[in-house]
């Protein structure tokens, strides 16, 4: 079982980038999808979640700039930032979950490391 995170790099604010998680395994029975993201010095955050049944959920920090989506076909799934802020910076880790009876498994990916510069 591996994700593998990618799409990271250095922008300059205001811009736009898309993080693409492929995963190893068949992410259509998943119960949650998700992008987290850790800055130095801090705890990682939230950044946007979906449910199996297509509920989203955002940190306030990027709503109405994030969008989570996936392709189930490809087994991948994504994260497009939109105007993006020297404090996104940070670096971005896919997760997802699966619910197995009482178990929760958590797999995540590797990070990819976003710079945005002022």
């Known amino acids: 079982v591996q994700l593998q995170a990618s799409g990271g790099g250095l922008v300059q604010a205001g811009g736009s980038l898309r993080l693409s998680c492929a995963a190893s395994f068949s992410i259509f029975r998943l119960n949650a999808i998700g992008w987290y993201r850790q800055a130095p010095g801090k705890q990682r955050e939230l950044v946007a979640t979906m449910s199996k049944d297509d509920m989203t959920n955002y940190g306030d920090s990027v709503k109405g700039r994030f969008t989570i989506s996936r392709d189930s076909a490809k087994n991948t799934f994504y994260l497009e930032m939109n105007s993006l802020k020297p404090e996104d910076t940070a670096v971005y880790y896919c997760?997802?979950?699966?619910?197995?009876?009482?178990?929760?498994?958590?797999?995540w990916g590797q990070g990819t490391q976003v710079t945005v510069s002022s």
């Open positions: 997760n997802a979950q699966q619910f197995k009876g009482t178990n929760v498994y958590n797999y």
